[in-house]
């Protein structure tokens, strides 16, 4: 009897059975042009991305992309880029996938993929830009957030001359904090902050996440931008 599906996906994700399944990591299958969930086939394109989209476009990546609003929203505004998008839950890889299917996207992949492995798969100097949207801001656990000094040496790693990390935060406290160490940064400059994106000259460019519409809509919360470029 040939294995179930469920079992074989199971065994590629997790090293413990269960007799319960989440029912949206087999529909991982049904999206082959919109999600990769294979370490090993994401790896290969290391470097190699624009291989992978048939073009020579430059590539954008996005770090927690939830269920795909930013992503599909960038695809459809900038044909002319590549959007490389990392989650990894299942429901939401799955939902991203349907959105982008249906305005027939040919510039947005959903990789189940965590952002402390990008140097295994982004290669030198391989990425315009980095999105970073509503991150944890881990109060009282602060050296856990994905946006510090550190992260900036990777981004020395994977971006190119004159590319920009774009970061979003509904946190006030995160976003001074990220505004006070950008001082001391080498070799980054940040070139547009704002504490009130949503009325200020970006609004009219800015794509929201599903997270952004929810903070607008229930809390009236102002949300928090910051632009940092390579300069050297």
Not at 104 to 112: E, S, T, Y
Not at 141 to 165: A, C, H, T, V, Y
Not at 186 to 205: C, E, R
Request: charged share 30%; glycine share 6%.
């Amino acid at each position: 009897m040939s294995e179930r599906l469920e079992d074989k996906l199971w065994k590629h994700f997790f090293t413990n059975a269960r007799k319960n399944y989440n029912p949206y990591m087999v529909k991982l299958v049904e999206y082959p042009e919109y999600i990769m969930y294979d370490k090993e086939i994401m790896d290969s394109y290391k470097g190699k991305w624009k291989e992978f989209f048939k073009n020579d476009n430059p590539v954008y990546l996005e770090i927690g992309s939830g269920s795909g609003n930013f992503a599909v929203g960038m695809g459809a505004k900038y044909p002319e880029r590549n959007h490389l998008a990392l989650e990894i839950r299942f429901k939401r890889l799955v939902l991203s996938a349907r959105k982008s299917e249906q305005r027939n996207l040919k510039n947005v992949l959903f990789l189940r993929r965590r952002g402390e492995d990008i140097l295994n798969f982004i290669g030198e100097n391989e990425i315009e830009g980095l999105y970073i949207n509503f991150p944890d801001p881990w109060e009282g656990n602060e050296k856990n957030r994905i946006l510090q000094p550190s992260l900036f040496d990777l981004l020395n790693k994977i971006m190119k001359m004159g590319g920009r990390l774009f970061f979003k935060t509904d946190h006030d406290q995160y976003y001074a904090d990220v505004l006070e160490f950008a001082k001391e940064l080498d070799g980054y400059k940040v070139i547009y902050h704002t504490d009130d994106l949503h009325n200020s000259p970006k609004a009219a460019d800015n794509i929201r996440t599903e997270f952004e519409d929810l903070f607008i809509c229930k809390h009236n919360k102002n949300i928090n931008y910051i632009e940092i470029e390579k300069i050297k």
